[in-house]
């Protein structure tokens, strides 16, 4: 499984990384994260927003910083193995 | 509806006010906006409550007008931002990028262009994600120009700076500020489509696949658009009061301690030192030279310092003021601070990848030639 934190680096950028780094922790899921920082990579996501993360190349938020919480049912949602 | 009711079977009592959330939320509105209105009305107390009778400073003092002006100055800027930035916020949620880049697909009236710098007004992107949003325009179907009409009113026009401008300089001037910022964004994106700037995009922009996957955006009652409204004063104000109220700060200091008339009269006028003016050191000869209103070269001036700023209207303004007091020309001040505001270098630097550098200077330069324009229209003016 794969995370991608699509953003050019800003500050919001960074908290949402944080945040997946966080969720993987608390999920016990194991996933690689990819921080997109180039824009025309971005733009092949075809979003309009950043801070944006997308998980094995599905684009789920935009424009806003997700919380761990929420990463986290993103990533059982896309079918992440919880081991404990 | 049903379902949420099964889920809080304690709550039976609740489920009038579910079913009828909007006017109860309007009343919730209503009466929160007449006790706003009460503390705005009365605020202008506060200087001489928290000076005076907290703090036993004597009114007449300097240091006792400096804390009052102060403190009403902090307590109306801080109060009035509060609405505003909730008003907005509330605005906001109304307006997404995906929307506005459907309404401005297929439009190409010059009076459009307007249009797009008043949707970038009120459409919710932090400055990071200015230039995603710019290409995700303009790979659409949203011409060139008025992508930049857009991009440009967006951090010029924004609510910080126009509430600061209403508490500290009035009505009138507020206004003239957001007219002449939307109006350098609808002149310079029409005439960058007139002249068809487009072909200066680089050629990975055009040739982008034209189709745009649109993000769900989830469907809002308007609870979850009041609570926005609440998020926004939070994170916002949150991140701001400190550099208002050290901005403030420094601007009662300037009020004790400058002598006025410094900046209209300049050399001359200096009751301290009777035209040696050397005394003062570069800062006292520095300013009134970039705002004193008889150079002519002082709103470019202004402008090209204040383009590679960055710095948050809510400290800057509280100070401009305090020097439009002492004699400093408001059309260079607004000026310097609509270049502070609205032009940005790292972005200008991130744009790079998708426009020439001819697109770029051209850009930079309609910025600097209109805000420098609106600062001499403003001296002459006010």
């Known amino acids: ?84 | 509806m049903k379902n949420d009711d099964n889920a809080k079977p304690g709550k039976s009592a609740l489920r009038f006010s579910t079913h009828s959330g909007f006017p109860r939320n309007i009343i919730t509105l209503i009466l929160m906006g007449v006790a706003w209105y009460v503390v705005y009305s009365r605020i202008d107390k506060i200087g001489a409550l928290i000076a005076v009778r907290l703090l036993h400073l004597s009114p007449v003092s300097q240091t006792g007008e400096g804390a009052v002006y102060f403190f009403n100055t902090a307590g109306e800027v801080l109060w009035l931002l509060i609405l505003v930035i909730y008003v907005m916020g509330i605005i906001r949620s109304f307006f997404q990028p995906e929307k506005v880049r459907h309404m401005l697909g297929d439009r190409r009236h010059p009076v459009d262009y307007l249009l797009a710098g008043l949707l970038g007004v009120v459409t919710p992107f932090c400055s990071c994600s200015a230039v995603p949003i710019f290409l995700g325009f303009v790979t659409s179907g949203v011409p060139l120009g008025m992508t930049f009409s857009f991009l440009i009113a967006s951090p010029m026009v924004n609510e910080i700076a126009v509430s600061l401008l209403f508490v500290l300089f009035g009505v009138k001037i507020a206004f003239t500020y957001v007219a002449s910022g939307l109006a350098i964004a609808f002149l310079v994106g029409f005439l960058m489509d007139r002249f068809r700037m487009e072909r200066y995009l680089e050629p990975w922009v055009k040739e982008f696949e034209k189709s745009a996957v649109d993000i769900a955006v989830p469907k809002m009652d308007f609870q979850s658009r009041m609570a926005k409204g609440a998020d926004a004063v939070k994170e916002i104000l949150g991140k701001i009061w400190p550099y208002a109220l050290i901005g403030i700060g420094i601007a009662a200091v300037i009020h004790m301690l400058v002598p006025s008339g410094f900046f209209s009269t300049g050399f001359s006028g200096c009751p301290e030192c009777s035209g040696n003016h050397a005394a003062h050191g570069t800062f006292a000869s520095t300013l009134p030279r970039i705002f004193g209103k008889r150079s002519w070269e002082s709103v470019p001036l202004a402008v090209l310092i204040g383009a590679p700023m960055y710095s948050n209207p809510a400290g800057m303004l509280p100070i401009l003021q305090a020097l439009i007091e002492k004699g400093a020309p408001i059309g260079t001040s607004l000026a310097f601070i609509m270049a502070v505001s609205g032009v940005s270098l790292p972005e200008m630097v991130l744009l790079r990848k998708a426009l020439r550098p001819i697109l770029i200077l051209v850009f930079l330069c309609s910025l600097i030639v209109g805000i420098t324009a609106v600062g001499y229209l403003m001296n002459a003016l006010f």
Do not use: Y
């Open chain 1, 1 to 84: 499984m794969k995370i991608q934190i699509l953003g050019t680096g800003c500050a919001k950028c960074n908290a949402l990384a944080a945040n997946a780094e966080q969720a993987l922790k608390e999920t016990g899921i194991k996933a690689e994260i990819e921080k997109v920082t180039d824009i025309q990579e971005i733009m092949k996501f075809k979003v309009l927003m950043t801070p944006a993360i997308a998980i094995d190349g599905k684009v789920l938020a935009a424009g806003r910083v997700v919380s761990p919480e929420d990463i986290g049912k993103f990533l059982v949602a896309a079918g992440g193995d919880q081991h404990g």
